[in-house]
């Protein structure tokens, strides 16, 4: 499938984007590992699905103690996926399918292997080496005791102290997330200014746009105070209220606008000006948004909708909240159901509690923890047959509304969280750190499966796979559900189609239909496509038009429970 509106300079405004975790996608050179030339090669099985980018998760040589979050050399390709020529074919070869490609940019933290923290280490406290982190003296008689309260979001303290070259305690150094994930001082000029280096490193390589890892983050309170403990943890909260000294602190604004301002440098280029995308779990909406105003970033992950419980009332309280409040900053809204940090959708919908009712006065602490939200649905049980339904239906809710949406790598083959993965084989850091408490997301992040009957599936050849795939999955290879019309493969290529050829769909005109209301969510987009998704358990009467697409048998002139239409009015 071609794609018209590959050189639109505001090809982000309506795009599909498909997320690939690399680790995962495709194991050209069989090593168990998903790699580059991987990505390259499934490259018009994405065409053919009808995605408009990529975005691909870090690629980067990394220990991969986080999963590739934890970077140690942001202008190269890590050697278990591939090299820097491997990447320019990628790139090349998507451009030339039509499809933008978006990598991760991880600006809060380096890999401990980075070489600028192994020099922080070996250079002296209050050294310039050691001013590009965040290094203090330990608090209590003998700096025993970490600078301040925080707590790491994988859990225990955020702070981890070092030895000196002869073998004594030294200075702590912070880590909001993993011990090997060392947080940047922002506030020394030399970090901003090796990021902008490695943008335009990447721009120059022709990628269109960056995700931008915890987006809210960057900057710090200078006095690093203590902060409200968390009862849970009894480490300081990692909340993100107003005035929180860590996060969506004053500063944050500055650095995106920078950021801005080296993407907008290449609008006369042929791609055009380059693109960010914000993970910020941020609540309310308001400070979200400010998020992308006309001179930060572009769009932001619409977490409500990926939290929000499978019911009409809370996914119109979300299209409610969310639509007006980016028109305000004239961005677009956009539409994520999952992504490598939380529990698949397939999964969570089918779940006695399935997300977060936002129809109900929202609480203002933080929009929410995944690694949290994710252990607290894997304790629940599962009912795979309804989650797959309301993945289906939520899928054609989804990629019905205005702006831009995602699709993690996996969601257009229904697959479910792998739930039971041995626990020796865990590989979250959130495992370890929480004391096995919390299994942590790997879930979400076992390897693709391609073709054929037996593990790998054609991911690799047949070497074991870095995360055993389940054997059932041989209903759900890409090749099975390409030969099957009620696949949900064939789903998802249809509804992409659909929304690239209706002009409906790339316009911003979303009006609810009378028949909105109860448990039925119903609304027309332009003037000529109506969408009806029913989450109650009775069938409703289908109003007049032409089926385009269902997501379940419609009997009867009948919409069954837990399924969405479109139709032509
Ligand atoms: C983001 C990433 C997540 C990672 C964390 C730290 O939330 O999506 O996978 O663990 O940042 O970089």
């Not at 590009?132 to 981890?160: C, K, M, V």
């Not at 119109?316 to 961005?331: F, L, M, N, Y």
């Not at 739930?419 to 020796?424: A, C, F, L, S, T």
């Not at 995360?467 to 890409?478: D, E, K, S, V």
Request: charged residues 25%; glycine residues 8%.
């Amino acid at each position: 499938m071609t794609n018209p509106h590959f050189l639109d300079p505001d090809w982000w405004r309506h795009a599909v984007v498909y997320q690939v975790y690399p680790r995962s996608f495709a194991d050209a050179d069989n090593d168990g590992t998903g790699d580059v030339r991987g990505i390259t090669e499934k490259l018009p099985y994405l065409a053919d699905l009808g995605v408009d980018a990529v975005w691909v998760s870090p690629w980067y040589p990394s220990p991969l103690l986080d999963g590739g979050y934890d970077v140690a050399d942001h202008r190269d390709i890590s050697p278990d996926f591939g090299t820097l020529a491997d990447a320019d074919a990628f790139i090349a070869r998507a451009h030339e399918l039509g499809i933008r490609v978006i990598i991760d940019l991880v600006p809060n933290h380096s890999s401990w292997e980075h070489p600028w923290f192994k020099a922080a280490l070996a250079a002296p406290p209050g050294s310039p080496e050691r001013d590009r982190y965040l290094f203090r003296d330990g608090r209590g008689e003998h700096g025993e005791l970490p600078p301040n309260n925080w707590g790491s979001i994988f859990g225990g303290p955020a702070w981890t102290r070092t030895t000196d070259p002869d073998g004594t305690p030294g200075q702590w150094y912070l880590h909001l997330f993993d011990i090997s994930q060392p947080d940047w001082n922002w506030a020394n000029p030399e970090v901003p200014a090796m990021f902008d280096d490695v943008l335009r490193f990447w721009f120059d390589r022709g990628i269109d746009g960056f995700r931008v890892d915890v987006a809210d983050s960057m900057a710090k309170h200078p006095d690093l105070p203590d902060h409200v403990v968390n009862p849970h943890t009894g480490f300081g909260s990692n909340d993100k209220e107003p005035g929180a000294p860590h996060w969506d602190h004053p500063g944050v604004d500055e650095i995106q606008r920078r950021w801005r301002a080296v993407a907008d440098a290449y609008a006369d280029t042929e791609l055009g000006g380059r693109i960010f995308v914000a993970e910020a779990y941020l609540d309310p909406i308001e400070r979200l948004v400010e998020y992308v105003r006309p001179d930060r970033l572009h769009t932001t992950f619409n977490f409500d909708a990926l939290i929000s419980e499978w019911s009409a009332a809370s996914q119109r309280a979300v299209i409610d909240k969310t639509i007006p409040a980016h028109e305000s900053v004239g961005a677009p809204t956009t539409w994520v159901l999952g992504n490598h940090d939380n529990v698949r959708v397939a999964t969570r919908y089918g779940k006695p509690t399935t997300g977060r009712d936002y129809s109900v006065a929202e609480p203002l602490e933080s929009a929410g923890d995944p690694i949290e939200l994710g252990a607290q649905l894997i304790a629940m049980p599962t009912d795979l047959a309804i989650g797959r339904r309301r993945a289906r239906a939520a899928a054609l809710l989804e990629l019905a509304l205005p702006g831009s949406a995602y699709i993690y790598q996996g969601e257009e083959l229904g697959l479910e969280e792998v739930e039971d993965i041995p626990e020796h084989l865990l590989q979250d850091p959130a495992w370890e750190r929480s004391g096995h408490r919390v299994r942590g997301r790997d879930g979400c992040r076992v390897p693709l499966p391609w073709s054929g009957a037996a593990s790998p599936f054609g991911f690799g050849v047949d070497a074991e796979p870095w995360l055993p795939m389940p054997a059932h999955w041989a209903g759900l290879t890409a090749e099975a559900q390409a030969a099957d019309a009620t696949s949900m493969l064939t789903l998802y290529r249809t509804a992409l189609r659909l929304r690239r050829e209706r002009g409906d769909f790339r316009t911003d005109a979303l009006a609810f239909h009378p028949l909105d209301g109860g448990d039925v969510l119903a609304f027309t987009r332009g003037d000529g496509t109506l969408v009806v998704v029913n989450f109650g358990a009775d069938p409703v009467t289908l109003p007049a038009g032409e089926v385009l697409l269902a997501s379940a048998d419609l009997a009867d002139a009948k919409l069954p429970s837990d399924a969405t239409v479109w139709l032509a009015v």
